[in-house]
């Protein structure tokens, strides 16, 4: 992570081909194209890549999650369980549907706990989203049978964990439905773009046509297309595709890459008897996009942030301190500050946010520091990274102690 370190020959062509061909629009134009449909063909990769019979490209990973609560027919006053860990997205998209964020504590694989998740559970509750936070998962098989127990959609959005895998499974192609981004720093990327992933023909006849404005994509002629129900704008661009294309075939090689690195740090890491790694579930790996380590408290953690920031060593979040990723600086969605009225149901659905604490998340979240894994990164580059990294971690622990 992320591909664009990697951006080459390969990326060039593809966009190459489509401004020398000129249709930048996934839809219509079909004399135009020369036989050029990027945005098709990178479906068609993606549906090999995450082993899934259907795959709807979008212009981001968070309309990848709207779209995707959209076609389960998630909407006004419904619940949905997510963790308190995750990117913003995550309750933009479901607020976006008129519904409401139920937020609960994450555990050691720094997802969703199980326990919290089955706690949570009210007769309002439609769907779970797990959040595939810096390459790894959650327990799958404990919520695959939670939502089976309660008839809940399982949406898992796997935009940080691109490549990872659950018993043999793409992460994404476990649940009813998968989210992808392809922003600019994920492991692929398009520029901006997302995918989402499913098994189920309804679903994916409801993604296709509610990511165009409803259009039913039937024929060639897009003004007497028909409209079965009302969508929005979620399309991605033939350019944007295009780089994705080229990004998808090196998906394998980025992997590697993402692996060797990671494997080097973790082992130089692994001396320090006082860190442990987050806990990656029975048959599931890694994408190896991040190496996730916990140290004893929160304020050891803050001393290790702060001294590897000083030692130079970039890409090493705390994310306790950071204002995106982790309920305690979302002020904004626990004071409800939207530019635009919202419902009186969605208000109260979230009074909860006002009292409700997250001791258990605080103590995964405060102790915990993930490091990016870059692809560009030399070996001699990644072991000098490794020493810095165990000299500033070992810094921290001794001035605390
Ligand atoms: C877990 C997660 N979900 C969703 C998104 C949204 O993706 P995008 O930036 O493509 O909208 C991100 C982006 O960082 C993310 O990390």
Redesign the pocket.
């Known amino acids: 992570m992320p591909g664009f370190e990697l951006f080459g020959s390969a990326e060039r062509k593809e966009v190459n081909d489509v401004l020398e061909n000129g249709v930048l629009m996934r839809y219509g134009f079909d004399g135009m194209r020369n036989g050029h449909w990027k945005a098709k063909e990178l479906e068609t990769e993606l549906q090999s890549a995450f082993k899934s019979k259907h795959v709807q490209l979008v212009s ?4 990848a ?1 709207s779209v995707a609560l959209a076609v389960a027919g998630i909407g006004a006053g419904d619940e949905v369980i997510m963790p308190s860990f ?2 913003v ?2 309750f933009e998209a479901i607020m976006m549907m008129g519904a409401i964020p139920v937020l609960v504590d994450i555990d050691d694989t720094l997802t969703l706990d199980p326990k919290a998740v089955e706690k949570a559970i009210s007769p309002k509750t439609k769907a779970i989203m797990i ?1 595939h ?1 810096c390459g790894s998962m959650g327990d799958m098989e404990a919520l695959q049978n939670i939502c089976d127990a309660h008839n809940l959609v399982l949406i898992e ?1 796997a ?2 964990a691109i490549g990872g895998t659950y018993k043999g499974k793409p992460l994404g192609s476990i649940g009813d439905l998968g ?1 992808f ?3 600019f ?1 994920k492991t692929i990327t398009c520029g ?3 995918a989402v992933i499913t098994d189920n023909k309804q679903y994916y006849i409801n993604a296709d046509h509610y990511s165009d404005h409803g259009h039913d994509h039937i024929g060639n002629d897009r003004g007497a297309e028909d409209h079965p129900f009302m969508g929005y704008n979620f399309r991605i661009s033939e350019l944007h595709a295009a780089v994705g294309l080229a990004q998808v075939r090196r998906l394998p090689d980025f992997l590697s890459i993402q692996q060797k690195n990671y494997t080097i740090l973790r082992e130089a890491l692994s001396e320090i008897p006082e860190i442990t790694f987050r806990t990656v579930p029975e048959g599931g790996e890694e994408n190896y996009g991040f190496l996730n380590f916990f140290l004893p408290e929160l304020e050891i953690a803050r001393k290790a942030s702060k001294n590897l920031k000083e030692a130079g060593v970039d890409g090493c979040f705390h994310y306790y301190d950071n204002n995106w990723h982790y309920i305690r600086k979302w002020d904004h969605l626990k004071t409800l500050k939207t530019l635009y009225p919202i419902s009186e149901e969605v208000k109260s659905g979230l009074k909860y946010l006002q009292t409700k604490t997250f001791e258990q998340s605080d103590h995964f979240i405060g102790r915990n520091i993930s490091c990016l894994i870059k692809l560009s990164w030399t070996e001699e580059k990644v072991k000098l990274r490794a020493t810095a990294m165990v000299k500033a971690v070992t810094s921290a622990l001794k001035s605390v102690k």
């Open positions: 981001s990973g968070t309309a999650v995750t990117f997205a995550s959040v936070m959005d935009c940080q989210c981004s392809f922003d720093v901006e773009g997302g």
